[in-house]
């Protein structure tokens, strides 16, 4: 397929994005001086916003490609859940696959910024794993959304906020293989090996380092390769990929390793890239597109979110622009 075909495939595709879900709140305003009763700045706040993370994130990516994402997440019976809701709505998703629950917390993190200056997150959220009745109620809106969504691919966004479990893990993996839906993995340290049988599996350095126990070295192509493949091997992953920071990222299916170097940027923000990198990653392997294709446009789409400040979808326009030139 041509680079336009991509393109193009993206605004065919259905995407089912489960796991994490949270809404990122900002403060915006100027420092000026430190606090007389402690040294730490003060914030003059001049505006308040919110907008769509984890799970969320990665549907607004999808659907500023033109593609047709639902999320799938527990979230709680709060006002944060309806101020999900309302951000959902406003931004053109559908709200139909959140779950509310009285056992749950809706994630909130709220950051503080001054000018470009990230100066401090506070984080309202619930970490334990999902009730029995909540891992039920997942799985049945889960295979009620295949069979009516029809996917293209299945996306375990897993920030451990405890809306993803193993068994439902395992479950879902399962339903999907059952149907041929290919399923890609955003993970984190806790069910970091509970992913058996997935076909992409995209850790960032750090979470590779932590899941496999091993020191790896981004400039020792090698190790990186080892890694990997160590991590496909226990995890029967058909690809594994990996963002690498500045490094960029590599790729690793059976037949090769593809090694894709980062764009130099001007870093603002990097809250939000791996969401904006699974989207990309996953959009790409429901259209069967090669190892290098699906590396080199995830790495681009990553380092394009990261000029901006706060957690932010990809420009379409910009990613065309720029794809259409590697």
Known sequence: MTKASYREGFGRAKALVLGDVMLDAYLWGRVDRIS???????????????????????????????????????????????????????????????????????????RVISGHQHIVRVDEEQ????????????????????EVLAPDVVVFEDYDKGALTPDLIHEVVELCRGKGIPTTVDPKKRNFKAYVGVDLFKP?????????????????????????????????????????????????????DVFVPAH???????????????????????????????????????????EHVGVVPIDPVRFAKECAAI
């Open 204 to 256: 960032n350095l750090k979470e590779l380092r932590e899941g496999t126990g091993l020191s790896v070295d981004p400039t020792d192509r090698d190790s990186v390769k080892r890694a990997v493949s160590g991590l496909r091997q226990g995890l029967r992953a058909r690809i594994g990929l990996v963002t690498l920071s500045e490094h960029g990222v590599h790729a690793q299916d059976d037949e090769q």
């Open 127 to 146: 970490e334990d794993p999902l009730e029995e009745e909540d891992v039920e109620r997942t799985l049945k809106a889960v295979a009620r959304s295949v």
């Open 36 to 110: 007389p009763e402690a040294p730490v700045p003060v914030v003059h706040v001049k505006e308040r916003s919110a907008r769509l993370g984890g799970a969320g994130n990665v549907a607004l990516n999808m659907l500023a490609l033109g593609a047709k994402p639902l999320v799938v997440s527990v979230v709680g019976d709060d006002q944060n859940a309806d101020a999900l809701v309302d951000r959902m709505k406003a931004q053109g998703l559908d709200p139909s696959g959140l779950l509310r629950s009285r056992h749950r917390r809706t994630t909130v993190k709220t």
């Open 264 to 306: 130099p940027r001007s870093i603002a923000d990097v809250s939000g890239a791996g969401d904006t990198v699974i989207a990309v990653a996953s959009l790409l392997l429901a259209q069967g597109a090669d190892l290098r294709t699906l590396a080199a446009w995830s790495n681009l789409a990553g380092g394009l979110v990261c």
